[in-house]
């Protein structure tokens, strides 16, 4: 291949930009041009392409967000809509993808790799909800600002002597829950892979509160919700000042980390080597230890199970 296009879909992550340097300057180095294509898949419908060079993704490995933008495009997903991104790929000259995103924009990816533009998909979204890889850029860094924020809720909750319940991100999944939960000595974790069960976490506060614990920490996944109706139940329930906090957006920005960044690198690069060699409608993945690489459709196939032991140690020490 001569010209590479990449594009960042679907949610943002951070790390992203340090995946849009790996493949450019990868790319570059193996000899080929890459075009950045901006705000997700709508910017193959929309025509929205740039050139890249070395120098256009100086200085952003550092930081958050995607120089490229990102964006969900429901146009792509019809017929016509596929074809008008097939064809724009034609115009620029664009004979293969790297596509940064979660399943949703695999999904994508393989659409068009069997319209004849070979895609490679790079797994980017800070909830870790992707079956085929262990890990997806943004995900450390995520937590780490889960973290850092519950940290601050917990010296205000201690001099308070009282309950927060904290709703982190990860959509449908409770990856980030689990280990934030541990990371920040939660009293519980509510995570939507098991069964919520609220009146065990009051049994617990009340449980833990007679042995001189004043202050608790409740995680809650996105996928449960619901903070103030719990935050509500358990102050009715145990008497505790409780205090619900929604996370938020704030968990999806900021610097990526050592970890995210040194993932997307590879990531990035694996996905450039991959359409070097002429090889498409694949999805890179990490892998006990490596980066490897799987076909789309396998992937897209793939279930990923929660880690319940894990869940069992964070109860076990938060007595
Ligand atoms: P995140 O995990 O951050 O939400 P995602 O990639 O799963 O990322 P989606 O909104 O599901 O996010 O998908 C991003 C875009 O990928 C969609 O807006 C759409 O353009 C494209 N896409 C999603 N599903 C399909 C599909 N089944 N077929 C073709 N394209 C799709």
Redesign the pocket.
Known sequence: MKTIGVLT???D?PGMNAAIRAVVRTAITLGMNVKGIRS??SGLIHDDVIDLDARSVSDIISRGGTMLYT????S??TEEGMMTAVETCKKHGIEGVVVI?????F??AR?LSVRGIPCVGVPG?I?N?IASTEYTIGFDTAMNTAVEMIDKIRDTAQSHHRCSVIEVMG?HAGYIALQVGIATGATAILVPELTVDLESVVKKIIAVEKTGKKHFIIVVAEGVGGVDKIAAYIQEKTGIDSRATVLGHVQRGGNPTVRDRVRATQMGSAAVHLLYNGVGNRVVAYKKGEIVDFDIYEALNMTKSFDEGMLEVAHETAI
């Open positions: 879909s679907g949610g992550a997700g898949y964006a969900r495009s429901k792509f997903m995103g979660g399943d949703g924009s999904r994508g659409d979204t909830d909800d959509r």
